[in-house]
């Protein structure tokens, strides 16, 4: 009988050290993917302006699949850059503003435009991310890459994506320039 549970301990003690192996390996191969992702969304980004551009109200006319150069700056939520993913909320100025662009106005996260309504902010911001080959976003964070931060200005080249809707617009973007 002592034999037995000998046994069946040593079974559990050898599967818990395997489960552990394997969350160790999981956690290496997620650090590589992370690695990649960030190299991969970094040469999204472009040192020079694109010329023509649209305006985020004129953006969110386009339809699923059209291409578009799009200019905005980041803001309309209290964290507009998504931590842990290639992907950022980008507003149009001419119709939500940033707080500290409000004279009086001491917010601490002004770029998430309390000071307008909820409807401005809805109709005049839209989604932007990188995605891999497989149409998903990259796992990745990409604050601070050429400057990229809440308030910063861009201009994005890319598609609409195909889920975007009239409430919910996403670009997938080819290429960032951060003013």
Do not use: Y
């Amino acid at each position: 009988m002592l034999k037995k549970i000998m046994l069946v301990l040593a079974v559990l003690l050898l599967a818990a050290c395997g489960e552990k192996g394997t969350e160790k390996g999981s956690e290496k191969a997620e650090v590589k993917d992370s690695a990649q992702a960030l190299a991969q969304a970094e040469k999204h980004f472009i040192k020079e302006e694109p010329k023509s551009k649209v305006t985020v109200l004129a953006a969110r006319k386009l339809e699923a699949g059209k291409s578009v150069t799009v200019e905005g700056v980041i803001l309309g939520k209290a964290t507009p850059i998504v931590k842990g993913r290639a992907a950022f909320v980008i507003g149009d100025p001419s119709v939500i503003t940033s707080c500290d662009l409000r004279e009086g106005d001491n917010c601490k996260t002004p770029w998430d435009c309390c000071c307008d309504s909820k409807k401005d902010i809805a109709r005049a911001t839209l989604n932007i991310q990188i995605v891999d080959a497989d149409g998903m976003v990259l796992k990745t964070d990409i604050r601070d890459i050429e400057g990229l931060t809440e308030n910063s200005r861009v201009v994005i080249k890319g598609t609409v994506d195909k889920t975007s809707t009239d409430k919910a617009m996403t670009i997938n973007a080819e290429s960032i320039f951060v003013d």
